[in-house]
């Protein structure tokens, strides 16, 4: 089986840890700040940017936009558990405040579908 963008996800990862290594640094916190979400915008950006120039073949950008795919959830899955142990050791008042937003976000999934229905949208 062919692998097909695994190097341009690599290399966004890689750049991406690096400047948010950099970027903790700066603002004197020592620890990767953002560097997950670099990696993503450089992944769109130069996945878009390779098409336009056409050096992105479509068996490449279907392996990109299949291991990013991959890639977001599992991310957010490490980070969910930090912020749970981060929250556990803070204290009581960090672990009701991810309780009271997660309640939060789950009230408001009902009110952001009704924003974005097709039945608005094929009205107009």
């Known amino acids: ?14 750049i991406g ?11 004197n916190v020592n620890t990767d700040v953002g560097g997950v979400g670099f990696a993503m915008i450089l992944l769109i950006v130069s996945s878009v940017y390779l098409k336009k120039r056409g050096w992105l073949i479509p068996e490449t950008e279907k392996g ?21 142990k981060a929250a556990v050791s803070g204290g009581l008042v960090a672990l009701f405040a991810g309780i009271i937003a997660t309640a939060v976000c789950f009230i408001l999934v009902p009110v ?12 107009k």
């Open 1 to 14: 089986m062919k692998i097909y963008g695994v190097s341009l996800l690599a290399a966004c990862f890689l």
């Open 17 to 27: 840890k690096f400047l948010g290594n950099l970027l903790g640094k700066l603002i």
């Open 64 to 84: 990109v936009l299949f291991w990013s795919s991959i890639y977001i959830p599992i991310i957010v899955a490490m980070a969910a558990t930090l912020n749970v």
């Open 112 to 123: 952001i579908s009704k924003i974005g229905s097709s039945d608005k949208i094929l009205k």
